[in-house]
């Protein structure tokens, strides 16, 4: 997976979840940020948020992802 994906993935989320996330593998980096990038695409309700405020759905996407992570 290209750095640049990931790079946006970490730059989506909060400064918490941020720190958290970087301290995985970064085989697990990729994982996380291959379910991000569906989750931007599959979620109709990110559709609206997105015209809206594109950073705003990329970082209701990534938490999401990083929640569902962290509760195992």
Known sequence: MPTDQVTQFLEALSPESREQVRQQPREQLEK?????????????????????????????????????????
Do not use: K
């Open 32 to 72: 996380l940020t291959a379910a991000w990038r569906t989750e931007l695409v599959e979620d109709i309700d990110l559709d609206s948020l997105d015209e809206l405020s594109p950073p705003a759905a990329a970082e209701e996407a990534a938490e999401r992802v990083v929640r569902a992570f962290l509760a195992g």
